[in-house]
T-cell receptor, first 116, second 116 residues
């Protein structure tokens, strides 16, 4: 049973370019969450999606950032016109559609974005 | 808004000894869940243990146990018989459920170093 998969694991972009981060949730999971971890910090919530729906994007910067989770295929976090401050580790997590209170979110290995 | 506080930026412990990592939380919700994650130098987030606010007993999972003191709003992680492989960042998190959304709120973490 494969875990949450993220690719690429490392991504280098120059200022002004676009970054696309992909996340495939665990099999059977229909809920996806994106978190950002700045250096020396804990993870900060960005967005919560279900298939074809954005449930909560309260943690997402208003400009340049967008996320989707289409009916088919992985969830995508897209950052347009990247700036140096976007350099961080971006984690995706997933959870099943029906779950007990004890169920955690299962995290992928993260994508380390470096903006030059 | 919920808040997680980890007051120990770094902790040191001798191999085979026990160590306690502190976590306090702030919430007005009567029902909540608390999680601990381990992040080794490789970067992935590994779920360790969960404590529900209504659980009668402290959670245990192998060498990990949670010292849950509800009145003090603390959920300290105890690692017994420390091993060199326990050296990592440790994050305390709380599940926040609000208005149909759900997210994890993380503390800033504690860096644990196990000395031989």
């Amino acid at each position: 049973n494969a875990g949450v998969m993220q690719n690429p694991r490392h991504l280098v972009r120059r200022r002004g370019q676009e970054a696309r981060l992909r996340c495939s949730p665990m099999k059977g999971h229909s809920h996806v969450y994106w978190y950002r971890q700045l250096p020396e910090e804990g993870l900060k919530f960005m967005v919560y999606l279900q298939k074809e729906n954005i449930i909560d994007e309260s943690g997402m910067p208003k400009e340049r950032f967008s996320a989707e989770f289409p009916k088919e295929g992985p969830s995508i976090l897209r950052i347009q016109q990247v700036v140096r401050g976007d350099s961080a580790a971006y984690f995706c997590a997933s959870s099943p559609p029906i779950r007990a209170s004890t169920d955690t979110q299962y995290f992928g290995p993260g994508t380390r974005l470096t903006v030059l | 808004a919920q808040k997680i506080t980890q007051t120990q930026p770094g902790m040191f412990v001798q191999e085979k000894e026990a160590v306690t990592l502190d976590c306090t939380y702030d919430t007005s919700d009567p029902s909540y869940g608390l999680f601990w994650y381990k992040q080794p130098s490789s970067g992935e987030m590994i779920f360790l243990i969960y404590q529900g606010s209504y659980d009668q007993q402290n959670a245990t999972e192998g060498r990990y146990s949670l010292n849950f003191q509800k009145a003090r709003k603390s959920a300290n992680l105890v690692i017994s018989a420390s091993q060199l492989g326990d050296s990592a960042m440790y994050f305390c998190a709380m599940r926040e459920v609000e208005g149909g959304s759900e997210k994890l709120v993380f503390g800033k973490g504690t860096k644990l170093t196990v000395n031989p």
